[in-house]
């Protein structure tokens, strides 16, 4: 501060005046006030003024000091928004203080309640909600939450304890399911609502089903919304029963009692009329009457047959066959009238075709050897037998018989050649019809979407129907790759079903697995998709970013591959290079990044990363090493400094600032100082120096020092300057005699379009009247001497005022940023005026001092 007369100085903050009294101090001189607050805290940020005045007027400037410190607690209380027994999900708010430094993130621990240990669930995330995963059911938890800036870590906020259970309770068991609408391959389930509903709603039922003593299997994949289920998939021939569960927010209800057992079968109903009954033959006491099956023999073979007659002139029926039932289409009985003429005829039947059962799959042979196809054939009258190959009637030949012996038929392929691989299709025919062909069909015992998780078994089952039996194939997608070819492939057919299973599942093998079925009347085509689920794959694209001394960010993409389900949270890790020991930094992380903290600064850090889903954790994806340091840099070097005020005890130090800042702002200089022989630099100071001059004391005398500095900013201290000149600790020469020596510092500033010169002229003096006068007794020595600057360097030029402005006697000299100009043994003669001229691009600057001799 600077004014006349000297003026007055006072702080003021929040009103009230500060006065030197405990913890505040001020120090007031002529030139300057400081305001020392000792041990701050949080409470002494705000706005501060300094008003400073006397008797011409007053001057106001404000500064706003921020006191920095570790942020206050959470802002509660920790709001628990979900309860489960194996999560929780917790939300609170920013603290109200922040310390003076943004909040970084939060640090997330929990602990039973019945133990004293805290376990970190995270440390990493900068959101005010988190799940926290891994709970053990009906345990008591408390969480606590603290914030942390780049101070520090602050106070926890605590929550109240909370049990690790569901709000709600499961649902009573359904009612006992009943059955009914029941086929070969499927049948209806109904049941009635579960007493309670466990004070949640009911979100779906579950049906289960076993065959009988064996295991109860799930029947539907996504929870059933109505209270009855058509159960598909289900095996001719075999007994079952059906369970229900009942579900809601909470889980599974206990099983409902078991149904009746059913039996998975053609539904049975009476069989249609026997057709065209015609009288054979008859005599006086018998008739022999023949008719045709019906139709339709309503879901079951028929076991018989009951006749009835009515004589005529009567509407009475009576059955004649009392004890048992008649087993074929033809009776001999009593005679009745018809209503018309009848015309005896044979017994009619199509033919039917059955292979042996060696035939009906793939038949294998050698070549060399003979091939076999065996079967029976049946008809009235015998139907007509044709053996074709590919397309071709076979016919009797040298290698080729055929053996027609009714009902039993055969065809024999000698000395088996590769040429006579294909399919051989048997044709029966006669006068009432040939065997009808049948397009295949698969129906497969699949409902949705097979799931099975990795390493277990895939079973996929279809039924087969068609006539001829029909050829099944078994690819995958598009692939038209023999399935059979691998070891862990297993194709199993048979006349009615087709089974694969695979073994050692894999993720690749999830995909839509195709059924193909193929006869001579047509083909069916049948998909199954199947998923495997797995662990995820590694993530992508792994990064470390924001680097700095404590900190840094990781970031990287989801996995490829998510393992068939969601990727639940992320695991990180850290490791130290130099100790390669890998530690948990979070195990819940649900963002694809995260805020790394509490590094050591100047360490080698390798990151990893885990993506977890239901089936477990993938494989880690590691980071390139990386140092913890800030993105900037200590300061460059500064320029020697230089000494610009020597006496025996003091010396006054300057320097200018280094040119490059290391990008953050210089906070201050460390002056160091040593004897020109000695080798050890002491600090001049205990604290950094705000400005860039420095007054050095208690100096020792006639012993020559050198001195160097250091600039420092937020990141530290950059490398010392090179040391200045040697400098003794020396009064300057002065006039002794009667006259008191006095040093006098003139400053003069050009100020133009180049840099400045700036000239400091040191004289003695005793008397300053706007002019400059040096008196020296005569036979001493005249020293004159200045420290100039300009830039570029000025030109020095030293004149005596006169006729020719010549120095005639004497030396002048110029060292680096000093100029001197020295006449010894003065004498009267050396009087008169004298002038130091500086000539640059700059400008040209003079300075005049007038010498006086006093002798004889």
């Known amino acids: 501060m600077r004014g006349v007369p000297v003026p007055t100085a006072k702080w003021v903050t929040d009103g009230t005046e500060i006065k030197t009294d405990g913890r505040h101090k001020i120090e007031t001189d002529n030139y300057s006030t400081v305001l020392t607050i000792k041990d701050c805290v949080r409470k002494d940020t705000g706005e501060y003024l300094l008003t400073v005045s006397n008797s011409a007027g007053s001057k106001t400037v404000a500064l706003h000091l921020t006191v920095l410190d570790v942020p206050g607690p959470p802002t509660g209380p920790i709001n628990i928004l979900e309860v489960t027994p194996e999560h929780m999900v917790i939300s609170w ?71 690790a259970k569901h709000m709600f309770d499961p649902p009573s068991p359904p009612g006992k399911p009943t059955v009914y609408d029941i086929t070969e391959n499927a049948a209806t389930v109904s049941w009635t609502l579960p007493k309670s509903d466990g004070g949640t709603p009911i979100t779906g039922y579950i049906l289960e089903r076993r065959e009988a003593s064996g295991k109860w299997v799930r029947v539907n994949k996504a929870p059933i919304l109505d209270m009855k289920y058509r159960v598909t998939g289900l095996f001719e021939g075999n ?34 009329p026997p057709i065209n009954p015609k009288l054979k033959d008859k005599t006086k006491e018998t008739a022999d009457l023949v008719w045709t099956k019906p139709l339709k023999d309503g879901g079951s073979p028929i076991l018989g047959y009951i006749v009835e007659c009515q004589k005529t ?39 039917e075709v059955n292979l042996d059962v060696t035939c009906r799959d793939l038949i294998t042979v050698r070549v060399g050897q003979t091939i076999r196809i065996t079967g029976k054939v049946k008809g009235r009258p015998d139907p007509e037998i044709t053996w074709s190959k590919d397309g071709k009637v076979l016919v009797q030949e040298k290698r080729v018989e055929i053996v027609h012996d009714l009902p039993n038929v055969e065809l024999q392929v000698k000395e088996a050649k590769r040429s006579d691989h294909g399919k051989y299709i048997i044709a029966a025919k006669n006068s009432c019809g040939h065997e009808d062909l049948q397009k295949p069909v698969l129906d497969l015992k699949l409902s949705g979407v097979l799931t099975v998780k990795a390493g277990d078994p895939i079973r996929i089952e279809a039924g087969v129907r068609g006539k001829p039996q029909p050829e099944v194939v078994w690819t995958k997608d598009k692939d038209a790759t023999d399935l059979t070819r691998s070891p862990r492939i297993s194709i199993e057919t048979t006349s009615d079903t087709s089974k694969f299973v695979l073994t050692q599942s894999r993720r690749s093998d999830g995909g839509k697995y195709v059924i193909t079925a193929t006869n001579t009347a047509g083909s069916f085509v049948a998909y199954a998709t199947v998923i ?65 903290t509490r590094l050591i600064e100047g360490n080698e850090y390798i990151f990893r990363v885990r993506a977890e889903n239901k089936m477990g954790t993938g494989p880690p994806t590691e980071t390139h090493p990386i140092i913890a340091k800030t993105k900037y840099d200590r300061p460059g070097r500064p320029d020697p400094p230089e000494v610009t005020r020597v006496s025996k005890e003091e010396m006054t130090v300057v320097w200018n600032p280094p040119e490059y800042d290391g990008g953050k702002s210089i906070t201050g200089y460390i002056l160091e ?71 006098c510092l003139f400053v003069f500033n050009v100020n133009r379009l180049l840099n400045c010169i700036t000239i400091f002229l040191s004289v003695t003096s005793i008397v300053f009247q706007n002019r ?85």
């Open 313 to 351: 002139g009567t509407t009475q029926w009576n059955r004649i066959n009392k004890d048992e039932l008649i087993r074929q289409c033809a009776f001999r009985g009593e005679p009745r009238e018809l209503a018309e003429t009848v015309l005896a005829k044979d017994i009619l039947s199509p033919p």
């Open 239 to 272: 007994t079952y029963e059906f369970r229900v569960f009942a579900e809601n927010m909470v889980g599974l209800s206990k099983p409902s009692p078991s149904s009746d057992p059913i039996k998975a079968s053609r539904p049975i109903t009476p069989p249609g």
């Open 772 to 856: 400059l006068l040096v008196t020296v007794r005569a036979g001493c020595p005249i020293r004159l001497f200045a420290i100039i600057r300009g830039r570029p360097a000025p030109k020095v030029t030293w004149r005596r005022m006169g006729v020719d402005n010549v120095i005639r006697k004497g030396q002048v000299d110029l060292v680096d940023t000093m100029a001197f100009c020295v006449i010894p043994n003065s004498t009267r003669d050396d009087s008169g005026k004298y002038s130091l001229t500086l000539v640059n691009a700059a400008g040209e600057k003079a300075v005049f001092v007038n010498v006086r001799v006093l002798g004889e």
């Open 93 to 163: 708010r920013p603290p109200k203080d922040d310390g003076g430094s943004p909040i970084i993130n939060y640090i997330v621990e929990k602990r039973q309640s019945k133990k004293e240990t805290w376990g970190v669930v995270s440390s990493g995330t900068s959101h005010t909600k988190i799940k926290i995963p891994r709970l053990q059911k009906g345990c008591e938890y408390i969480f606590r939450v603290r914030a942390e800036n780049k101070i520090g870590i602050g106070a926890p906020l605590d929550s109240e304890p909370t049990v």
């Open 532 to 596: 495997v689920l797995d662990k995820p794959g590694p993530v992508r694209n792994l990064k470390v970013t924001d680097i700095s001394s404590d900190r840094c960010t990781v970031t990287w993409e989801p996995p490829e591959d998510d393992g068939g389900c969601e990727i639940q949270n992320y695991i990180l890790e850290k490791c130290e290079s130099k100790r390669m020991v890998w530690s948990t930094y979070s195990s819940s992380v649900l963002t694809n990044y995260a805020n790394v």
């Open 673 to 743: 100082k040593k004897e020109k022989r000695s080798l050890r630099w002491v600090p001049v100071t205990k604290t950094a120096i705000p400005e860039r001059r420095k007054k050095v004391t208690n100096l020792i005398p006639g012993h020559e020092y050198q001195f160097r500095v250091s600039a420092e900013n937020e990141v530290g201290l950059g490398e010392p300057s090179l040391p200045s000149r040697p400098v003794v600790a020396k009064d300057p020469i002065g006039i002794v005699l009667l006259y008191t020596t006095v040093v």
